[in-house]
């Protein structure tokens, strides 16, 4: 009877802690995780035999396949930035939500001002001139820290 009420206990305790999703990269890549939950643009998901969170950018994910069901959830389109005129597409992250993305340049300038310009219309200029240098570049995501009149701005690929 232990041996029974044991082997029971195995067995759900494996189904309860298997691999639930399979979360699909943009780049390709297949992760299969347990889904915890999806919140301010970041998913957030376990490895298999771990209880620790991991967060991934929502800009990574292509989508997530529930393995029990095989429902697809589509998170976010390609974006596919080939020249300079794509700069538009270009999307200025927060650096805490590119999480998942792959670091693949520094840009750094002066930030632009205007004479008779407020300041939210010189910070525009200077986004769309480091949004016109990524997409020259083909990165479609960029993310801008300025301090003292100057910019740092970090491009991200997929």
């Known amino acids: 009877m232990k041996t029974i009420i044991f082997t029971l206990s195995f067995l759900f305790a494996n189904i309860a802690i298997s691999q639930t999703h399979q979360i699909t ?3 390709g890549e297949q992760l299969d995780v347990n889904f915890i939950k ?5 998913l957030h998901y376990a490895l298999d035999g771990s209880f620790e969170e991991i967060k ?3 800009h990574a994910v292509a989508h997530i396949t529930d393995k029990q069901t095989n429902q697809t959830q ?13 700069y538009k597409l270009v999307q200025v992250l ?3 939500k590119t ?5 693949v340049a520094n840009f750094k300038g002066i930030s632009t001002k205007t004479k ?4 939210l219309a010189n910070i525009a200029h200077t986004t ?3 949004k016109t240098k990524s997409a020259s570049k083909g990165y479609p995501f960029v993310s801008i820290v300025e301090k003292d009149g100057r910019y740092e701005a970090v491009a991200f690929v997929y």
């Open 56 to 58: 991934i950018s929502k």
């Open 38 to 42: 999806h919140e301010n643009d970041l």
């Open 116 to 119: 008779g310009e407020p300041p």
């Open 94 to 96: 927060p650096r805490e």
């Open 99 to 103: 999480i998942g993305l792959k670091q």
């Open 74 to 86: 589509k998170i976010t389109d390609r974006i596919v930035v080939d020249s300079k005129s794509d």
């Open 25 to 27: 990269k943009h780049n």
């Open 128 to 130: 769309n001139r480091v």
